[in-house]
């Protein structure tokens, strides 16, 4: 829960960072070690770092209703440009 750690919020404040996505991370960890050209498509419903930014039932829906149709979209159209290319994924090290 660093969102309520008052002192790792003003380190992240101090090095000017927006956001922790630690599932992304490891995306791009993966493709690194496996020398796999990695991207990510995320849609950030939630500021944690402002005391009203965090994600709240309400807000999630918000959010879910009007952008996750068009960012699905824009994921599928990416997937289908290296599907045409003939681009094709790596088996995975761990």
């Known amino acids: ?4 750690d008052n002192e790792f919020k003003e380190y992240l404040t101090r090095i000017r960072a927006y956001a922790i996505d ?9 493709g690194f070690y496996n020398k796999i050209p990695t991207g990510a498509l995320l849609l950030v419903s939630d500021q944690p770092m402002t005391p009203d930014g965090v994600k709240t039932a309400a807000s999630d829906k ?4 009007k952008f996750v ?13 290296l599907i045409n290319q003939r681009l094709t994924v790596r088996h995975l090290k761990f």
């Open 1 to 4: 829960m660093w969102e309520h």
């Open 22 to 30: 630690m599932e992304t991370a490891t995306i791009f960890s993966v």
């Open 62 to 65: 918000k959010v879910t209703k």
């Open 69 to 81: 149709e068009r960012h699905l979209r824009i994921g599928i159209d990416s997937l289908k440009q």
